[in-house]
């Protein structure tokens, strides 16, 4: 069965930072490319960040652009997300999905399999 577990959601303060991970299962994630989105409250689902097959090439939303980073552990089957200096709007579940394109976009259709997300408060 293919699934897609995350974890390491939390409350945190303003300021504080959060590690979030991914875990697949039932397929080898080192085949596919991997996303990081989000949706707050009352929004729509957005892009936070994508990592290629190989771990050589990222892209992050410009909202958290040296605050957050994408990594992957393929020999865990598994991608993170560090994010450092939380704000109140990074408020939101965080969803991982993966994508049969080894170099996604940012576009929520190109992914193929997606967790069920990870609630993240960030509050004072």
């Known amino acids: 069965q293919v699934q897609l577990e995350e974890s390491g959601g939390g409350s945190v303060q303003p300021g504080g930072s959060l590690r979030l991970s991914c875990a697949a299962s039932?397929?080898?994630?080192?085949?596919?490319?991997v996303g990081w989105f989000r949706q707050a409250p009352g929004k729509a689902r957005e892009f936070v960040t994508t990592?290629?097959?190989?771990?050589?090439?990222?892209d992050y939303a410009d909202s958290v652009k040296g605050r957050f980073t994408i990594s992957r552990e393929n020999a865990k089957n598994s991608v993170h997300l560090q994010m450092n200096n939380l704000k109140s709007e990074d408020t939101a579940v965080y969803y991982c999905?993966?994508?049969?394109?080894?170099?996604?976009?940012?576009?929520?259709?190109?992914?193929?399999?997606w967790g069920q997300g990870t609630q993240v408060t960030v509050s004072s």
């Open positions: 999905a993966a994508s049969s394109t080894m170099y996604p976009g940012r576009l929520q259709r190109d992914f193929d399999y």
């Open positions: 039932g397929f080898s994630l080192a085949d596919y490319g």
């Open positions: 990592i290629n097959w190989s771990g050589s090439r990222e």
